[in-house]
């Protein structure tokens, strides 16, 4: 079974740096399309980020240029560095697997990590 663990959220100000971390379990990333989600409050879960040797990289326009997403494979782990916070980042940010055209794989996610951006 496929589990995933987010971590690394905080609580910070506008403009601050922050770099979430989830690592994977059950499944090796490699040769795998691997994505960050996030979901504030009231809103639907959004795709932000999506990276895979066949596919490239894509981020939604809300984060281009201030984030990026880059994985470790042999950790079996993605990061999502984050740059110039502002308060519309703030949400619970998850990881899962899939392309960014395909969306995510699996159903069951993880707990997700929780970034407040506040002043």
């Known amino acids: 079974q496929v589990h995933f663990m987010e971590s690394g959220g905080a609580s910070v100000e506008p403009g601050a740096s922050l770099t979430l971390s989830c690592t994977v379990t059950?499944?090796?990333?490699?040769?795998?399309?691997l994505g960050w989600y996030r979901q504030a409050e009231g809103q639907a879960r959004e795709t932000i980020a999506a990276e895979g040797n066949l596919w490239g990289v894509s981020y939604a326009a809300s984060v281009e240029g201030r984030f990026s997403i880059v994985r470790d494979n042999a950790a079996n782990t993605v990061f999502l560095k984050m740059n110039n916070l502002t308060e519309k980042d703030t949400a619970r940010y998850f990881c899962?697997?899939?392309?960014w055209g395909d969306g995510p794989v699996y159903a069951s996610w993880g707990q997700g990590t929780y970034v407040t951006v506040s002043s």
């Open positions: 899962n697997m899939g392309s």
């Open positions: 059950g499944r090796s990333v490699r040769g795998v399309a």
